[in-house]
């Protein structure tokens, strides 16, 4: 099977656990662009979704397996800063595929562009309300990402709280439904802020490690992969599933 796609061949040690996957932009990336890595092509995104439950991987939600924890390969997929590629792009991969996702969202940027990587080429279209609206009346989730797409480890306290409660209550009021996800933006994250999080009354943290989410793992620091256009899962897994899961490293600043 093509190596691009994650598959047994790839991560054999991979036999129970949630994977759970990072995306960003759903579209055929520019050229010369320093973001590049964050987009993936329509036709890949359906293709590893493909590949993953021809090889009996089984999707699931943040909130289910949370919950339970089941036995076996389990992955869901999370989006961050709820681009609107994702909504005119991903959404029909993804009600082919039976699939749902989880979207992150700005909340001081809904129906704007991506202002915090101004400087870094061309800025791209997030969802609005009404986007939103259809993403989520089409079965997904959508999960915070903050005010301000701020690094919350590097506020101080009272400005930490008002981007992880305050967008909270943003989302509810504009969407009509709880919102129980977090996504620490650029993973950036300590005891304080995920102890904020929890006390805000989400169930689920997700962060910006790699690694398979077990029995052990933290809820509100939930291991994910970043999803790429190129060999999206072989070079960030290549010989990291031969070692114990479970655990991670607060404070992260690896990836977006």
Known sequence: MD??????HSVPDWRDGLLAL?????????LRYPLRGLYVEPALLDAQIAVMKRDGVRFTTLADWARARPEGRQAVLTFDDAYLDVLENGLPILQAHDVSAVTYVVTNEIGGTNRWDA??????????RA?????????????????????????????????IFDSKKILEDLCGREVRHFCYPYGNW???????VAE?????????????????????????????????????????????????????????
């Open 119 to 128: 400087g870094k080429g061309q800025p791209r279209p997030l969802m609005d």
């Open 22 to 30: 990072m995306y960003h932009l759903i579209e055929a990336p520019p």
């Open 200 to 256: 805000a009354g989400y169930e689920t943290a997700t962060i910006a490690d790699p690694g398979i989410n077990d029995e052990t793992t933290d809820p509100f620091a939930l291991l994910r992969y970043g999803a790429q256009h190129r060999r999206p899962y072989q070079a960030a897994i290549r010989n990291r599933l031969l070692h114990p899961f479970g655990s991670s490293r607060a404070t992260s600043t690896r990836t977006r």
């Open 3 to 8: 190596g691009r796609y994650l598959n047994r």
């Open 190 to 196: 300590n005891r304080a802020v995920r102890d904020l």
């Open 131 to 163: 986007a939103l609206l259809d993403w989520q009346q089409a079965g997904q989730e959508i999960g915070s990402h903050g005010l301000s797409h701020g690094r919350l480890a590097e506020l101080s306290p009272a400005q930490a709280r008002a981007e």
